[in-house]
């Protein structure tokens, strides 16, 4: 019996030896509070919960697998996977499908997104671009960086899919960050985007071509929701209530009045942290906020210690990518950006975006295993 004891035991150490157990632990966490919220955002639906449940169940085998991929062998495989990573963003222009535009591409068992793998993809092949030159990077080795950037975020863009297209283009600009890219530049950069966004603000012929009616309606909101209450306010409004209503140690589980009495649109997709404010308060908000803190801080500690210039930039840029994620859903829901239809990670619904994302950290986990080795 001892001697099976100790089989098994060893077995599972060479499983879980690439799998970084403080991260894999944060993570975890968050999948089952994501897990109890939308059972409850779903007035308790036992197949919603079975459905997300897979989609965790493949993320989770996809980062063990990933994970155990040597660094170097990712380096490797980067510009090959980047490539082919396009395809289907060009693919879904043709068959795709989406309320705003083509987002999906139906594979029979559930819906794919090409834009989620981009997120992964373009931080990929920008650091082994990088990593290939001296750091900080020179002025000669921008424009190539611009075009790996560009070419994903382009097509977003034809997908009329705005949101994700922004967070694909910061994916970007946090390696570039990472990289030690002048100030000056991400100065000049900003500058140019508020410029850009007030210009489309306020110029009526910028508002009229380069604007759809539904961006429209959302910037309009974004300056006053109570504009239009019934209409295209109500969103954002119902959202403000039900964070508001939480309190300090929020309504219950299962209790919450905007999503069951069916006042919070999108509940369990965009709007699902509103549903979590309001059912476990200001309590659980911190909680969750602070897993997140702690999935950002390992991937930048792995970062840091990680002794060559792909795995420094890939690890750092994923991390910040998921701070950028929660953040720009965080302000949306309660109304300090406007709504842009970006999920919250590992609480809101979907498949594409749950198992790339686990997928992502697995990239992490792998490229901390090197820095392990290497000690």
């Not at 991260?23 to 779903?42: D, E, K, P």
């Not at 997908?159 to 002048?182: E, H, M, N, Y």
Request: glycine residues 10%; contains cysteine.
């Amino acid at each position: 019996m001892n001697i099976i004891l100790r089989y098994l035991a060893d077995l599972l150490l060479r499983l879980l030896r690439s799998i970084d157990l403080p991260l894999l632990a944060a993570l975890l966490a968050l999948m089952g509070i994501g897990l109890a919220t939308l059972y409850s955002a779903s007035n308790e639906s036992s197949r919603m919960l079975a459905t997300q449940g897979t989609y965790f169940g493949i993320g989770l085998g996809m980062l063990w697998l990933v994970s155990r991929i040597p660094a170097h062998v990712l380096k490797q495989l980067t510009p090959p996977i980047y490539v082919a990573s396009l395809l289907p963003l060009v693919l879904v222009l043709f068959v795709g499908s989406g309320k705003y535009g083509n987002h999906w591409i139906n594979l029979g068992v559930f819906n794919f997104q090409p834009s989620e793998l981009a997120k992964l993809t373009l931080p990929m092949m920008l650091a082994w671009h990088l990593d290939r030159n001296r750091l900080p990077p020179a002025l000669s080795v921008l424009p190539m960086a611009l075009l790996i950037i560009a070419l994903p975020v382009g097509l977003i863009l034809l997908q009329k899919d705005l949101g994700t297209a922004v967070l694909v283009l910061g994916s970007g600009v946090f390696v570039l960050f990472l990289a030690g890219l002048s100030w000056w530049w991400f100065a000049v950069a900003g500058t140019v985007g508020i410029s850009g966004f007030s210009l489309a603000m306020f110029a009526p012929i910028a508002w009229f071509s380069f604007l759809r009616p539904y961006q429209q309606d959302r910037i309009l909101t974004f300056r006053d929701p109570e504009n239009d209450p019934m209409g295209a306010g109500w969103n954002i409004l119902q959202s403000k209530i039900a964070i508001g209503g939480g309190g300090l140690t929020g309504k219950g589980w299962t209790e919450g009045t905007q999503s069951h009495l069916d006042y919070l649109p999108e509940h369990t997709t965009d709007f699902v942290f509103s549903v979590l404010s309001e059912e476990f308060g200001w309590l659980g908000v911190a909680l969750v906020l602070a897993l997140y803190l702690a999935v950002v801080g390992r991937c930048l500690w792995i970062a840091k210690e990680s002794r060559d210039g792909y795995s420094r930039l890939l690890a750092g840029a994923l991390g910040l990518s998921l701070f950028a994620y929660v953040l720009v859903n965080g302000a949306m829901v309660s109304g300090l950006l406007p709504v842009v239809g970006v999920p919250m990670p590992l609480l809101s619904r979907g498949g594409t975006s749950s198992i790339i994302l686990l997928a992502s950290f697995g990239v992490v986990m792998a490229l901390g295993a090197r820095r392990a080795v290497h000690r």
